[in-house]
């Protein structure tokens, strides 16, 4: 049982080059959601989705976009990235109810030079 | 918006001590959960909090739901080295009479323990 799958662990990007972070879960999750996370900022929403086909923005939704095309993965998109995208990046699945927890990936950290 | 003011930033405490820390909001949820997160690994759940008052343990954590639904408090007893780590409040709120709740995080607290 994997939970919370995320690819790449790492990556390194140029400013204005694009990519998709991955995000599966095997746990017949509703809710998945996508993070950051910097240093003194804790934990900040980007998009989320509370079922398949639905998306909604976060608190930092600028410079992403996202695609739930199925029950299992969640993905996040940055078209151009920009230096101030360099972050640890959290994808969290959730059953979808009040009385759950949220299980989180192992993480994303993404450097843009 | 949902915003969680949690407290302390940092501590830095001796081994052996208990700490408190505290999530604050101004908004009400439905669910508060405390999460710890060790270096380059994601954050892991402690303890899930159901019912304003409702006051919880696990070993040597315990964590309450505060009465007005908009606080949290998270207390660790006789601390010790492994407990270093950044600890998170989160709450849920059910929007709008939904049952699909956003997930909202503090600032987190970094905790070092000195042995």
């Known amino acids: 049982n994997a939970g919370v799958t995320q690819t790449p662990k790492f990556q390194v990007l140029k400013t204005g080059q694009s990519m998709t972070l991955q995000c599966a879960q095997d746990?017949?999750?509703?809710?998945m959601y996508w993070y950051r996370q910097d240093p003194g900022m804790g934990l900040r929403l980007i998009y989320y989705?509370?079922?398949?086909?639905?998306?909604d923005k976060g608190e930092v939704p600028n410079g992403y976009n996202v695609s739930r095309l199925n029950k299992r993965e969640f993905s996040l998109r940055l078209e151009s990235a920009a230096p101030s995208q360099t972050s640890v990046y959290f994808c969290?699945?959730?059953?979808?109810?009040?009385?759950?927890?949220?299980?989180f990936g192992q993480g994303t950290r993404l450097t843009v030079v | 918006g949902q915003q969680l003011n949690q407290s302390p930033q940092s501590m830095f405490i001796q081994e052996g001590e208990d700490v408190s820390m505290n999530c604050t909001s101004s908004?009400?949820?439905?669910?508060w959960l405390w999460y710890k997160q060790d270096p380059g690994e994601g954050p892991v759940l402690l303890i899930a909090?159901?019912?304003?008052?409702e006051l919880t343990s696990n070993g040597r954590l315990t964590a309450q739901f505060g009465i007005t639904r908009k606080d949290s408090f998270l207390n660790i007893s006789a601390s010790i080295p492994s407990d270093v780590g950044i600890y998170f409040c989160?709450?849920?709120?059910?929007?709008?009479?939904?049952?699909?709740?956003?997930?909202?995080f503090g600032q987190g607290t970094i905790l070092t323990v000195h042995p």
């Open positions: 746990m017949n999750h509703n809710s």
């Open positions: 908004s009400i949820f439905n669910t």
């Open positions: 989160a709450g849920i709120l059910l929007a709008g009479g939904t049952s699909y709740g956003k997930l909202t």
């Open positions: 989705s509370a079922s398949e086909g639905t998306t």
């Open positions: 969290a699945t959730h059953r979808g109810d009040m009385n759950t927890e949220a299980f």
């Open positions: 909090l159901y019912k304003a008052g």
